[in-house]
């Protein structure tokens, strides 16, 4: 049995307790004005206290061992709790709307025709890329020019066959092109047809430099469009990802398959096929593979920024 310690009369019933001095009341006297509490704290909770520091100590812990995050990481991760409705859209400057492919191949062709126009004129050296036409006429434009044409006489009678062959290496080119343009941009499209001429340009430059005892500066003749160098480094681009991988492609119209090297090789033969009818174009036709090695060195370089 309980007794309040107050007024000493037994308690039937659950007993108060107060939760100051600790003492055990009836109904009565449970509230601490009315047993003369002290108010002095007794009774120490020690179960909350511990609990509490416990729950302190572990909080510090896991402080000191957060490690500072970059302030980069910090930012997308910042990013990523916000809505998606809130997120800023901003899309890379690089890639924009702009129909790269289209206006590239349309370039090609028309300062082609007017290129073509203007030999027959003998104003070629004005257009087309010679050592000749810099040395004599001062024609530096025609290092700009010269990236957008390929050699075609209109007035020749093989114009035919060379529209027919420049017609279809235009368009498994423009279907190659798309695929870069869509996944890169239509600036890095660009980028690839410049550095792949510009290649061109110095491997016809240094091979040129070679035959001035055979050709002097003086021969005009020896001009030169490099429009191939960079078509073939828009192709050989596409197919430097799958050199060891069985793709299909249409080559000359007719679909085949076969790995990315066996495209490579043959779109390679296929333009120094014309060196079984003259060897000694090599000059003409050998700087257009520099185009192949200024693709295959911005691939290897974007790899390395991956």
């Not at 510090?60 to 997308?76: F, G, S």
């Not at 073509?116 to 003998?122: E, F, Q, R």
Request: glycine letters at 6%.
């Amino acid at each position: 049995m309980s007794f309040c310690e107050f007024c000493g009369n037994e308690i039937g019933y659950l007993p108060f307790k107060c939760k100051y001095c600790g003492g055990t009341f009836c109904k009565k006297h449970r509230l601490p004005e009315n047993h003369e509490c002290s108010f002095e704290l007794k009774h120490t909770p020690v179960v909350p206290l511990a609990r509490r520091e416990r729950t302190f100590s572990s909080t510090q812990a896991r402080r000191n061992q957060r490690v500072k995050q970059p302030r980069r990481l910090r930012r997308y991760l910042k990013r990523q709790d916000e809505p998606i409705s809130l997120r800023p859209r901003r899309s890379p400057k690089w890639r924009t709307n702009f129909p790269a492919t289209k206006s590239l191949l349309l370039l090609i062709i028309t300062i082609s025709i007017i290129g073509s126009i203007l030999y027959n004129y003998g104003l070629g050296s004005y257009i087309f890329f010679s050592l000749y036409g810099l040395y004599n006429n001062f024609a530096f434009h025609t290092i700009l020019t010269s990236l957008f044409i390929t050699n075609f006489d209109i007035f020749s009678f093989a114009f035919f066959i060379e529209i027919f062959f420049m017609v279809i290496m235009l368009f498994f080119t423009y279907l190659l092109s798309r695929s870069i343009e869509i996944a890169l941009g239509s600036w890095f499209l660009i980028k690839l047809y410049l550095i792949s001429t510009l290649f061109s340009v110095l491997f016809y430059t240094l091979l040129r430099l070679t035959l001035i005892a055979v050709a002097p500066i003086q021969s005009f003749a020896l001009l030169k469009g490099f429009a191939w160098g960079g078509i073939l480094g828009l192709i050989s681009y596409s197919l430097f990802p799958v050199m060891n991988q069985e793709i299909t492609a249409l080559m000359m119209i007719i679909p085949m398959r076969m790995k990315g090297r066996s495209f490579l090789i043959i779109i390679i033969l296929l333009r120094l096929f014309p060196l079984l009818i003259d060897p000694l174009a090599f000059w003409f036709y050998l700087p257009d593979l520099g185009g192949i090695l200024g693709a295959y060195l911005l691939f290897k370089y974007q790899q390395r920024r991956i």
